[in-house]
C-alpha cells in the first residue's frame, strides 16, 4: 500500500485530501478521500467522503468537542 496525504488551514477551516493505492486481495482501485472542519471554538463541524480501494463510497459528518 502506498499513500499520499495533505491538509491546508484556512482561517477556521481546515481541508484535508489523500489518495492511496492498495494492491491486496480485494482492492482493485485506488482509493481517494476528502475532509473538512471547521472551528466553532470550543467545537468543530467534521465531515467527509471517501471512495475505498474496492469501489465503495463513504462519507461522514458530525460534531467534535475539545474540553
Known amino acids: 500500500k ?3 496525504n495533505g491538509s491546508a488551514t484556512f482561517g477556521a477551516t ?3 485530501a489523500f489518495v492511496a493505492k ?5 482492492a482493485t482501485d485506488t482509493a481517494f478521500g476528502l475532509g473538512a ?9 467534521v465531515g467527509g467522503v ?3 480501494s474496492t ?4 462519507a461522514d459528518l458530525g460534531v467534535s468537542f475539545s474540553f
Open 37 to 45: 472542519s471547521y472551528d466553532l471554538g470550543g467545537a468543530s463541524v
Open 22 to 26: 492498495d494492491d491486496s486481495v480485494g
Open 50 to 52: 471517501e471512495r475505498g
Open 2 to 4: 502506498i499513500a499520499l
Open 55 to 58: 469501489g465503495n463510497t463513504r
Open 14 to 16: 481546515t481541508v484535508s
